[in-house]
């Protein structure tokens, strides 16, 4: 695999998934126990960037094996935007759960401020135990990430995502969602040798894509539940990396909405679609209706046959893990691509970029704590 940040972070999820899992659901089995999230009714996960990408990639999880409500909240609208009424509105019964790897967001910070200062329940998921985050907070989750290298997030979003789907694991509680989460979490101990294997698989077909993409002049990412997820977080490392206009979208939207971009042939659409996924007769209809227009489609999918836009996902028995696949073939597609057209990850941190060296646009925004 070529030596860039990026393709380097992906190719050492496995390691860092067989690594992080056992300690990883060990914290979440004891923070499951603490009566304030034990009965709490409802989980805010609230995020920005790719650690709003872990929430709504885990969302589904937490409604599958829990009894609790899901809810994902970007970080700007729990800090600035609702009113205390709304965010209080079942009291100590809601716990705040925010996402940050670094814990040095000022909007998560400032959520998580003005959540305490309200009275709420306050979660932290972050990497950094010593961040102002994880001060601010009542109770947390603290994923140990071996550093690698600088780039765009690919490990801290598998740890983020890990960390969550630990904690809905450990909150099972009734008999058929214990069931069901052992199951999932007996898959996923397996799944760092499944993804191992199939690296030299996408390694082969991103580097056959990439000169197919080459005179792309837009994107877009498309897929349902987790896959929409995939697609969501897909669509910020094309940006990050090289920088075209992009787009992510569920796959029914993509029939309202994106159907009606004039730009058919420059714009590259990346679908997700799974065999066994309940919608997966209107994601064939995308396929037909996309082909039909001479749109540029690249399927990611476990349906059998090969072809020169296709990339392939692995069979699972629980859909709820593809938020923990799917993002690794599409971002190794974008990493490709990328080295073809000479780009850098966060536009190299010059010109008008050089705020990302101590990401000041994130880090160094002025904290307002609002009644």
């Avoid at 393709?7 to 659901?25: D, H, K």
């Avoid at 009291?91 to 305490?116: D, H, L, P």
């Avoid at 947390?140 to 979003?157: A, D, K, Q």
């Amino acid at each position: 695999m070529e030596n860039t940040p990026m393709l380097r972070q992906i190719g050492s999820v496995p390691a860092l998934m067989t690594e992080l899992l056992p300690v990883l659901r060990q914290k979440a089995a004891a923070l499951a126990a603490d009566p304030r999230l034990r009965d709490a009714r409802k989980l805010v996960l609230v995020g920005c960037g790719d650690s709003y990408c872990a929430a709504v990639a885990a969302r589904q999880a937490f409604g599958e094996l829990t009894d609790k409500e899901a809810e994902v909240m970007y970080a700007v609208d729990v800090a600035r935007s609702y009113s205390r009424r709304a965010l209080m509105r079942n009291g100590t019964g809601t716990v705040y759960v925010f996402i940050s790897n670094s814990g040095n967001v000022s909007r998560i910070v400032e959520a998580a401020q003005r959540i305490t200062r309200f009275g709420g329940v306050t979660l932290a998921i972050t990497g950094n135990e010593r961040s102002p985050l994880y001060s601010e907070t009542d109770m947390g989750l603290t994923m140990e990430i071996p550093r690698l290298c600088g780039g765009p997030g690919m490990r801290s979003y598998a740890a983020s995502v890990m960390a969550l789907y630990a904690l809905a694991v450990e909150l099972a509680h009734e008999e058929e969602d214990r069931a069901r989460a052992d199951a999932l979490w007996e898959e996923l101990t397996a799944l760092p040798k499944q993804l191992e294997e199939l690296m030299p698989v996408w390694e082969q077909q991103a580097r056959e894509l990439a000169p197919r993409l080459s005179q792309a002049r837009a994107f877009e990412f498309i897929g349902i539940a987790a896959n929409y997820a995939n697609s969501f977080f897909a669509y910020a490392k094309e940006l990050e990396t090289i920088g075209l206009p992009a787009s992510a979208h569920n796959t029914e939207d993509w029939l309202h909405m994106n159907y009606f971009i004039s730009d058919v042939t420059g714009t590259v659409t990346f679908q997700f679609i799974r065999q066994r996924e309940g919608g997966y007769s209107r994601s064939c209809e995308l396929r037909k209706v996309a082909g039909e227009m001479g749109r540029p489609l690249v399927v990611l999918t476990d349906e059998p046959g090969e072809g020169p836009w296709r990339m392939t996902l692995p069979q699972t028995r629980e859909l709820l893990l593809d938020s923990l696949i799917g993002y690794l073939p599409v971002s190794m597609a974008i990493g490709y691509l990328a080295i073809l057209l000479g780009g850098e990850d966060f536009r190299g941190t010059r010109g008008h970029w050089t705020a990302c060296i101590n990401f000041a646009t994130v880090a160094g925004s002025e904290k307002i704590i609002l009644d």
